[in-house]
């Protein structure tokens, strides 16, 4: 009898830098809805794009490490670190490659209801969904009919946490004293 494949959750993003809500809302999919580990896929800086307020790949990478240390559904990953530049832009690319170097696995792609609506434009969509799962988790303002979803795609049930990585680094930028929106952990590293 065949094992079944750990299915694996990959949260992609620049987590810059990872907060609360991401957290709580990895937390959530892997109790509630099926998930048995979610890896944080670390994107690493695009050299084809300007970002200013984009923190050294490194240091987010280790603020998801921090974050996630004491859960043990969770996984860092530098993943697309280590991809043909500037192939890890394109998430077939990734998927496929992960696919191929942990084929133990089944993985979903986790993306938020705002990306859903664009999914059409993305690079190869009929090819992800034809061969990888997806899932979408609610975001404010965003509304996804559960309906119109092809077989691949599955709406999470999850709460409505509305913080972004914009104000957080805002209120750093100001000063604030918003240990609360991050793990302590993180919170004590940016102090420093």
């Known amino acids: 009898m065949e094992k079944s494949k750990i299915k694996t959750g990959i949260f992609g993003g620049s987590f810059n830098p990872i907060h609360i809500g991401h957290l709580a809302l990895a937390n959530y999919l892997c109790e509630y809805n099926g998930l048995d580990e979610i890896w944080f896929l670390v994107s690493p800086h695009n050299p084809l794009k300007q970002q200013t307020d984009l923190w050294d790949d490194n240091l987010r990478l280790e603020l998801v490490k921090l974050a996630i240390a004491d859960y043990p559904k969770f996984r860092a990953s530098d ?8 192939s890890y832009t394109y ?38 969904l034809k061969n990888h799962h997806v899932m979408i988790y609610p975001r404010p303002n965003f509304t996804i009919d559960p309906t119109t979803l092809p077989p ?11 913080i972004s990585s914009t104000f957080i680094r805002q209120a750093l930028a100001e000063g604030r ?10 919170y004590e590293r940016l102090k420093k």
């Open 177 to 186: 004293d918003i240990r609360y929106f991050l793990h302590p952990a993180v």
């Open 91 to 128: 998430t077939i690319h990734t998927l496929d490659a992960l696919h191929k170097a942990y084929p133990n696995r089944e993985f979903t792609l986790i993306i938020g209801a705002d990306n859903w609506l664009l999914f059409p434009r993305w690079y190869k969509a009929k090819e992800i």
């Open 79 to 86: 993943f697309e670190f280590h991809l043909p530049r500037p």
């Open 152 to 162: 691949s795609v599955q709406l999470a049930d999850t709460p409505l946490l509305e």
